[in-house]
């Protein structure tokens, strides 16, 4: 197994300083290829599928980097207070401070709409960073959950607790209800893609569950249907749910990787 004492790697300034725990796992070959997970909602860079990849990854001598979005795992913060440009933000940092050479992004659920935020993000501001990014590997993408998953799913009573109240306590099928809050609903709505054709210039594999409840196949199928260019090759698992961490999904996973590494 890998290793499980992170570093720690400091995001913000000021008063929103974050301490960002990251696992580095080193390649083989410098410069050579490697992977970047990005965790779900209320997961971490130890979860099931991030520790198969790890150790994937390591058998092969290819590098692997995680981290904690601030409110989860060992990283500092309340997940109260996290917004997804909080973690958009740790998401480059990581990136651009912990990685070298060509890169593939994972990303899991919520780690799926921050993998695609980054891509775009990069690719505006920092095409040279962006050009090591060789491509996406998205489990399940949540693509603009606070406004498509969240927001326009609430019932009428929860839309008008959180605006009241600031916050609503959503049930969860993984453990206790968890807060989503006002500021995290509006916040969200500044890193929406709203289904715009987005060409991402480098392929994009999306596994998908016909049997998620979480993140509904219909949702996925939107996404692949507004990535253009002809990048986006979506993979539809029968009986998969949402987490997609059986052996066979892992498996599913582990192939789609090591074909777009060679």
């Known amino acids: 197994m890998g290793a499980t004492e992170p570093q720690f790697l400091n995001v913000g300034e000021e008063s929103r300083t974050r301490r960002i725990a990251t696992l580095v796992q080193p390649g083989r070959a410098p410069g050579g290829a490697g992977l970047v997970w990005l965790p779900g909602l209320k997961s971490d860079m130890i979860s099931t599928k991030a520790s198969a990849l790890a150790d994937w990854s390591r058998e092969r001598g290819i590098a692997c980097t995680r ?38 992004l994972v990303g899991s ?30 489990i399940a ?7 498509e998953l969240m927001w326009n799913e609430f019932p009428a009573d929860a839309r008008r607790e959180l605006m009241e109240k600031g916050v609503y306590y959503r049930p969860s099928d993984y453990g206790e209800p968890y807060a989503i809050t006002r500021q995290f609903i509006e916040e969200g709505r500044n890193h929406l893609f709203r289904a715009e054709p987005f060409d991402p210039g480098r392929p994009i594999v999306i596994l998908q569950g ?9 949702h996925v199928r ?39 590494l060679t």
């Open 222 to 260: 939107r996404l692949a249907g507004f990535i253009s260019g002809g990048w986006a090759k979506l993979i539809e698992v029968a009986d998969g749910e949402h987490r997609m961490s059986r052996p066979q999904d892992l498996e599913l996973l582990f192939q789609e990787i090591a074909a777009l």
């Open 141 to 147: 993408p949540a693509w603009d959950l606070t406004e």
């Open 67 to 104: 981290f904690d979005y601030s409110g989860h795992g060992r990283s500092s913060g309340h997940f109260e207070d996290a917004t997804i440009g909080d973690w958009l933000e740790e998401a480059r940092a990581v990136f651009i401070e912990l990685t070298r050479g060509p890169q593939i």
């Open 109 to 138: 659920s919520t780690g799926g709409h921050i993998a695609l935020l980054l891509l775009r993000d990069l690719m505006r501001r920092d095409p040279a960073a962006a050009a090591r990014i060789k491509a996406l590997v998205l």
């Open 210 to 218: 016909a049997m998620d409840v979480d993140v509904p196949l219909q």
